[in-house]
């Protein structure tokens, strides 16, 4: 029979015990399902890749029994505990940063102003807009986008402004009486705000 103690499991699993990996693995199983669809929770966009982030934070098991050490104060459990939020956070931050990348261009200032006046992502694949994951996160990254321009200073929205309105750099340096080169480097600046404030 074999020894559920997760101790006892990991001194076979030092001595190269297969089945004693096996076990561990049924044990611990459960546990990443569970952490990972708490986690979930928070960003249910995701939801769809469980299975996949399942998979990398599977993992984990063998790399905290590699370095798990008895003399630690935490136990083993507390230990792969903390190995295995970390690793799913990090999936979780990776993937919600590819789905920012597919938003059109991702806030670059090459964004410009439809008749109406609401903020248009350039994106050449449209029809995305029809799968509700690409929507949900297009409209994340719309909302941060919009409350991050309301926080810039007067004068930086008057840059932006003109921009989108312009039909280009030089024509929007120039109705603001501006530099072209005092133009590019303050519009960068802002690009980078924006950018940081979409990705979160």
Known sequence: MMPS?????????RTDDRSAHDLMYRENIGLIYSITGDILESYPV?????EDIVQEAVTMIPVAEDRYRED???????????????????VVRSLMLKKMMLIGETVQLGIRQDESYEPVFISSGRSRMMEPEY????????ERYEKAV??????????????QVCDSVKDAAKK???PLRRY?????????????AVHG
Do not use: C, S, W
């Not at 101790?7 to 076979?12: I, P």
């Not at 929507?135 to 719309?142: D, M, R």
């Open 184 to 196: 590019y480097n303050r519009t960068a600046r802002i690009r980078r705000k924006l950018t940081d």
């Open 72 to 90: 630690r104060e935490a136990g083993f459990p507390t230990f792969f505990n903390v190995l295995l939020r970390r690793k799913i956070m990090n």
């Open 150 to 163: 309301q926080a810039l200073p007067e004068e930086d929205r008057k840059l932006i402004h003109a921009y």
């Open 5 to 13: 103690n997760p101790y006892e499991l990991l001194y076979m699993i």
């Open 176 to 178: 603001l009486n501006m």
């Open 46 to 50: 995701l939801k769809p890749y469980l």
């Open 135 to 142: 929507y949900t996160g297009y409209q994340l990254a719309k």
